[in-house]
Every structure is written in structure tokens, then in C-alpha cells.
């Protein structure tokens, strides 16, 4: 399964982003493992952040998406793509990947 997770920093022990369109960086997982980093490209601009980050991770074929908050443009841009997505926040990457995978095997 990949799972990105909205990040503030490069790597797993950064904090789960607040914010999804403009998190800093997605951090993407295939089976656990991190695989790739992405300076997100619509983290500063105009409107349509959502959207654009929404076709970006898929992309990458990315199933669920994490993040601290979605808003509601975002969440149907993911939807319209078929892919899930999950509010945690107050963790690091690290804890949010262990919850999902948690989750979607349970």
C-alpha cells in the first residue's frame, strides 16, 4: 500500500502537517518504507492548493493520504481521485504510518 503522509520536515521524525494543501513536504511510503520525499510544489501560491497537491499524489499512486486537517475541496479532489484520506495530527510521521497501518490490517 502507499501512504502519503503531509509533513513538516524531510524525513519520519518529523510532526504530521497541520495543514494538507500547504504541508511543507508529502512523504511517501510503499510497505512500510519510505520512498520518496516531495517538496510540495502548491505550498505557496493562490488557490487550488488542494487540488493540485490531490493530483500530484495520485500521481504517484498513492491509496491514503494523511494530514492534521483537510479542507473541503481538497477532500473531494481526493475522493474524485479514489483515494482516501486520514486526519491525525500531534504525532510524527513515524507514529501516523504505524496508526494507518494499523488500520487498514485491522
Known amino acids: ?8 520536515g524531510k524525513d519520519e521524525n518529523a510532526k504530521v502537517s497541520e495543514v494538507s494543501g500547504r504541508a511543507p513536504y ?13 517538496k510540495n ?5 493562490g488557490g487550488g492548493a488542494g487540488f493540485g497537491v ?11 493520504v494523511v494530514s492534521g486537517k483537510f479542507g473541503a475541496n481538497m477532500v ?3 475522493k474524485s481521485k479514489g483515494i482516501r484520506h486520514k486526519e491525525l495530527s500531534g504525532m ?9 497501518k494499523n488500520v487498514s490490517s485491522g
Open 26 to 38: 508529502y512523504l511517501i511510503f510503499e510497505d512500510g518504507k519510505l520512498t520518496k520525499a516531495i
Open 1 to 8: 500500500m502507499r501512504i502519503a503522509i503531509a509533513s513538516n
Open 54 to 64: 490531490a493530483e500530484m499524489l495520485s500521481d504517484e499512486k498513492v491509496e491514503i
Open 92 to 100: 510524527t510521521v513515524r507514529e501516523a504510518l504505524k496508526e494507518v
Open 76 to 78: 473531494d479532489a481526493l
Open 41 to 45: 510544489p502548491f505550498r505557496v501560491g
